[in-house]
Every structure is written in C-alpha cells, then in structure tokens.
C-alpha cells in the first residue's frame, strides 16, 4: 500500500504539468502571400499588447486553410490573436486611426465594431491536446 501512495505522490505533481499540443486552424485565408501569425495569451493583463504574449509562432500562409502546432502548452486558460500579415513585415499593419488593414481573427470571438474582443470572449481551456479553429 505505501508503494501506491508513494508512486501516486510522485506522478500527481508530474500530471500538473502536463505539456499540451495545440493546433490553430485558420479558415479564411485569402491567399498564399506572407505568413499567418499566432500570438498566444495566458491572461486578461496584457492581452492584445505585445508584452502579453506567452507565446507565438508563424508560419507560411496557404490559401483557404492554415494549420499552426503549438507545443508544450501547461494546462490552463488560454486565448488567441490570428493575424495574416500579407506583407511579410511582420507586423500587424494598421490605418491611421489603428484599425488593421491585414486580416485578423480571434479564438471563439470576432472582431467587434468599435474594437477587439477581450480576454474572456476568446478564451477556452486547454487540458490536453485539441485543435481550435480561427476565421479571419
């Protein structure tokens, strides 16, 4: 009995801290041109700023459907923002008012008239692996 009570004490702590997959489909891409850029959020302080980021990833757009892998994720809250950055300059391309010219999408949300959703409105949970879809 203690043996079980040892080795479940040592891989409980172990299971916390499980690593997650995550693959982002993202629908709607216009074309193949530049790349498609995720940013990765763990919490409502910071989300949509650049100093927010727990972690991100790009890779080359294709037109229709863009698949993105997200490893080593912790169990937790998470929510994405989704840019195609059709340039290729690496940055989100905004007028002049700060409205984005390149396509943008959010995880479970859209883009409301007078700005972006928040946190909460794109957030899911992330417990093992899953795919999560993003329309631009």
Known sequence: MRKYLFVLSFLLPLSLLAQNELIVEVQGV????????????NKADGFLKFEGVYK???TKAVAGKTKIRIENLPSGEYALAVFHDENGNNVLDTNWL?????PVGFSNSRMKTFGPPSFYECSFSLFSNRAVEVSL
């Not at 216009?30 to 959020?41: C, T």
């Open 30 to 41: 216009q074309s193949s041109a530049g790349n498609i850029n995720v940013a990765v959020y």
């Open 98 to 102: 700060g409205i984005p010219k390149e």
């Open 56 to 58: 991100s990833d790009s």
